[in-house]
């Protein structure tokens, strides 16, 4: 099997696995994937519910766990929508559809009907056909106006109008008696006598479907009114006919009568149902952490109805609600955007593990919403324990600004603020009051923010988790004030959570750190401390095994932390770093001069080429010992830093010297150190420290008009060398590690005066000392500087 290689890019915090696709490997990939998992995860766990399995009940089964309300709802009462529905239908109006052309009709048919008898006898008498011809023919004539008119004539009414033959007077009165009735009101076969006029009743005109109430029921006739009408007009209208024909007309008119106002039977059903359908459920309000249903209790049809409402948009699915979800997800990947871009722009320039933070603040909103969860759920379950404890009252308790101080201390105090928004914002779809509890969170968060970023120890955790208090309890006041419940019990058990989430958040942070330090190799000040103890097994290896380099690791530390203070980098980290600068040189300490004791250097019976192997390795071999002793990224870039791409001129001088004379050139590369050039101020001013320290040990008579010289030379010499391109360190940052370096040399290399041995003179036998007498220094008591060489670095 192939081996695994990974090649760490530096610039960018990410490790290169050669086994994995290419586009895994692409930088912009990377930020997206977790962008993505991120807001995925993060709409997962804002998402008010999620049901895996939407339980089942059935009517009079035992419940068999408690089932509470995890938030308001409403559900629907049917008994009472049933009877509105009802009420509402038998307001409802019946619709009858009225036919204005009846009469109309009727009067045509019958006109038809005369013309066509009349035609018929015209015919016999103009034709004089025998009786038996004629008889037949008019026979079959009356067959067709039956035809016409829609009903059989009786003997007596065909008698008397052919008596005349059907004349056409007989027939305009007959018409005339028709709308003569029809005038007189709307003709029905229901009587609508009975019918309350409070209702109505609707009218429809069947030819352009317009619709008119109508209240006034007395003027709609019935059939039976109608024929009275009839008899009643008769005796006006056809008061010149003969009985028998004004009786044949009476009976024929009754008959051919039709109501002209119908029962619409199915637009009346379908406008109930329309009104059945818009009448609004009646509904009651579930309110959050209200029992539904104990364990052990019978479901009721009340218990189902609130249930079903419960699971509403869940029943038979094993998913999120997927709008809440899509929207979730969308507006917390564009916030997430706009912070990226803020991030980018103004933060991350000055950051060296770029995806790797990234990485982190992803982590940490996951965290600090999984931190809310939980804290949801504990306080919904003290609630249910204690419930005179106000429901909302241990929301002020959950530790809202635990990832911004993680944020804050593993990265920096910009990312922490950029964050203690971001961590807001996701907290605020918790709750109701999604305002208040923003504010809330975001106060608490950029407090902590700022007052945790100067951690040199673990008890500033808990400072800040008091200050936080102090903050949260102010909040909480604002509130309160904004709703008018300053002077009440809640607001005093909410003044009183909002203290002790101050100190929550502290207590979580400060014990997650350690986690994260590890599984991301972040390097806090906490740790930088913790390895600053000279105690350290590898510095009393140091001490025993390379004395000279354990020395010159601490004079160096001692130079870039005042320097460091000067130029406003981190003084902690630069001088821990110096400590453990030249660790790699435990595995070779006799190869290096400071190290030896006697006067014979191992170094000189290896070619140069060795020799500037040797001393190089110290850096590789230093990175190796600081991933076993698990320093950190910080510490670790340091010494891999320390040296830059420096040339170690003296061997290479050396091998100049030595060379073949057929050989045209010595390859320089083999005597550079591998770098990279520092890429921090702190990283540069190790490299400045330890060229500085090396090179004054060669001082002889170390006056500060020489140690200001030498220190000047060597910072030009490895500016000169574009050593510091890459630090971020500027010309007045230089100077003033100058000036920094000037000092702490001059406070090592002092001169001390050397007191004469007092005169001593007999006094009664007796040698007494004179300690006003002075003696000119001795040359053992003045500062010689240790031996060094070039070697050694």
């Known amino acids: 099997m192939p081996k695994n290689k990974t090649k760490l890019n530096?610039?960018?915090?990410?490790?290169?696995?050669?086994?994995?696709?290419?586009?895994?490997?692409?930088?912009?990939?990377?930020?997206?994937?977790?962008?993505?998992?991120?807001?995925?995860?993060?709409?997962?766990?804002?998402?008010?519910?999620?049901?895996?399995?939407?339980?089942?009940?059935?009517?009079?089964?035992?419940?068999?766990?408690?089932?509470?309300?995890?938030?308001?709802?409403?559900?629907?009462?049917?008994?009472?929508?049933?009877?509105?529905?009802?009420?509402?239908?038998?307001?409802?109006?019946?619709?009858?559809?009225?036919?204005?052309?009846?009469?109309?009709?009727?009067?045509?048919?019958?006109?038809?009907?005369?013309?066509?008898?009349?035609?018929?006898?015209?015919?016999?008498?103009?034709?004089?056909?025998?009786?038996?011809?004629?008889?037949?023919?008019?026979?079959?004539?009356?067959?067709?106006?039956?035809?016409?008119?829609?009903?059989?004539?009786?003997?007596?009414?065909?008698?008397?109008?052919?008596?005349?033959?059907?004349?056409?007077?007989?027939?305009?009165?007959?018409?005339?008696?028709?709308?003569?009735?029809?005038?007189?009101?709307?003709?029905?076969?229901?009587?609508?006598?009975?019918?309350?006029?409070?209702?109505?009743?609707?009218?429809?005109?069947?030819?352009?479907?317009?619709?008119?109430?109508?209240?006034?029921?007395?003027?709609?006739?019935?059939?039976?009114?109608?024929?009275?009408?009839?008899?009643?007009?008769?005796l006006f209208i056809l008061e010149d006919e003969e009985r028998n024909v004004r009786n044949a007309s009476i009976s024929l008119v009754k008959r051919i009568l039709q109501p002209n106002l119908t029962f619409a039977k199915n637009a009346t059903e379908q406008r109930k149902e329309l009104i059945r359908n818009s009448v609004k459920p009646v509904f009651y309000k579930v309110q959050k952490n209200e029992m539904i249903v104990r364990e052990g209790e019978k479901i009721t049809s009340v218990h189902l109805d609130k249930l079903a409402a419960l699971y509403a948009g869940y029943e038979g699915s094993g998913f999120l609600n997927i709008s809440i979800f899509t929207g979730l997800f969308l507006a917390i990947t564009l916030f997430s955007l706009i912070l990226y871009y803020v991030f980018t722009s103004q933060i991350a320039t000055r950051l060296k593990h770029i995806n790797t933070d990234i990485l982190l603040i992803g982590i940490a909103a996951i965290l600090q919403v999984l931190l809310a969860r939980i804290g949801i759920f504990i306080c919904d379950s003290i609630y249910h324990a204690f419930p005179l404890i106000p429901a909302g009252a241990c929301m002020y308790a959950v530790p809202f600004s635990t990832a911004a101080m993680l944020v804050v201390v593993l990265i920096n105090r910009e990312a922490g603020i950029l964050f203690a928004v971001f961590s807001s914002f996701l907290i605020s779809f918790l709750f109701e009051e999604k305002a208040s509890m923003f504010f809330f969170s975001l106060l608490g968060s950029m407090v902590a923010a700022f007052k945790i970023y100067e951690c040199k120890e673990r008890s500033a955790f808990f400072k800040t988790g008091v200050i936080v208090g102090f903050v949260n309890m102010g909040v909480i006041v604002c509130l309160s004030l904004l709703v008018g419940r300053l002077f009440s019990m809640e607001t005093l058990i909410n003044i009183v959570m909002g203290a002790s989430g101050g100190f929550f958040a502290a207590a979580v942070a400060i014990s997650i750190i350690p986690l994260f330090e590890f599984v991301f190799g972040y390097t806090t000040d906490i740790k930088l401390l913790e390895l600053a103890n000279l105690n350290q097994p590898v510095f009393q290896q140091m001490?025993?095994?390379?004395?000279?380099?354990?020395?010159?690791?601490?004079?160096?530390?001692?130079?870039?932390?005042?320097?460091?203070?000067?130029?406003?980098?981190?003084?902690?980290?630069?001088?821990?770093?110096?400590?453990?600068?030249?660790?790699?040189?435990?595995?070779?300490?006799?190869?290096?001069?400071?190290?030896?004791?006697?006067?014979?250097?191992?170094?000189?019976?290896?070619?140069?080429?060795?020799?500037?192997?040797?001393?190089?390795?110290?850096?590789?071999?230093?990175?190796?010992?600081?991933?076993?002793y698990k320093l950190g990224k910080a510490i670790i870039d340091v010494i891999r830093q320390h040296h830059g791409t420096r040339l170690v001129g003296y061997f290479y001088e050396k091998a100049q010297k030595n060379k073949d004379p057929s050989v045209r050139a010595i390859p320089e590369g083999d005597f550079r150190y591998p770098g990279p050039k520092p890429q921090s101020k702190e990283a540069g001013l190790v490299l400045l420290g330890d060229v500085v320290e090396a090179s004054s040990r060669t001082l002889k008579n170390p006056t500060p008009s020489r140690i200001k010289s030498l220190v000047e030379d060597r910072i030009n010499q490895v500016l000169m060398e574009g050593e510091l391109n890459e630090s971020d360190l500027t010309l007045n940052d230089l100077n003033k590690i100058a000036e920094s370096f000037t000092r702490t040399l001059n406070g090592i290399f002092h001169q001390r005066i050397d007191y004469p041995e007092p005169v001593v003179r007999e006094n009664n036998g007796k040698k007494e000392n004179n300690g006003d007498s002075y003696r000119k220094p001795s040359e053992k008591n003045k500062v010689r500087p240790s031996k060094s060489s070039a070697s050694a670095h």
């Not at 020395?551 to 870039?560: F, G, K, L, T, Y």
């Not at 040189?585 to 001069?593: E, G, N, P, Q, R």
């Open 10 to 234: 530096r610039k960018n915090g990410t490790v290169k696995d050669t086994i994995l696709p290419a586009f895994t490997r692409n930088i912009v990939f990377q930020r997206w994937t977790v962008l993505i998992v991120m807001s995925l995860l993060l709409a997962v766990l804002l998402s008010p519910e999620i049901h895996i399995i939407t339980p089942k009940y059935k009517l009079e089964s035992i419940a068999t766990k408690d089932v509470k309300a995890d938030s308001d709802f409403l559900v629907e009462d049917k008994v009472s929508t049933e009877q509105k529905k009802a009420e509402a239908v038998k307001r409802a109006k019946p619709i009858y559809d009225l036919d204005r052309y009846m009469p109309s009709r009727i009067g045509m048919t019958m006109s038809k009907a005369f013309l066509g008898m009349a035609e018929v006898y015209n015919r016999v008498d103009r034709e004089k056909l025998q009786p038996d011809t004629a008889k037949a023919i008019i026979k079959e004539a009356r067959s067709e106006i039956e035809n016409i008119i829609g009903l059989p004539l009786t003997d007596s009414e065909f008698k008397a109008f052919s008596s005349y033959k059907f004349p056409i007077d007989i027939c305009n009165n007959n018409v005339k008696l028709i709308y003569s009735v029809y005038n007189e009101g709307i003709i029905s076969r229901e009587d609508f006598s009975g019918i309350s006029t409070d209702n109505g009743i609707i009218i429809r005109n069947i030819k352009n479907q317009s619709e008119q109430e109508k209240y006034d029921l007395a003027s709609i006739l019935s059939l039976k009114t109608a024929y009275s009408h009839i008899e009643k007009n008769a």
């Open 543 to 628: 001490i025993m095994v390379a004395p000279g380099t354990y020395h010159h690791s601490v004079v160096v530390a001692s130079m870039v932390e005042t320097a460091a203070d000067a130029i406003g980098a981190n003084s902690l980290l630069a001088k821990v770093s110096a400590y453990y600068h030249d660790i790699g040189k435990l595995k070779k300490a006799l190869y290096f001069i400071e190290n030896q004791k006697g006067p014979e250097n191992k170094l000189d019976k290896l070619s140069p080429k060795m020799s500037s192997l040797v001393v190089i390795s110290h850096v590789k071999e230093g990175v190796e010992l600081a991933k076993d």
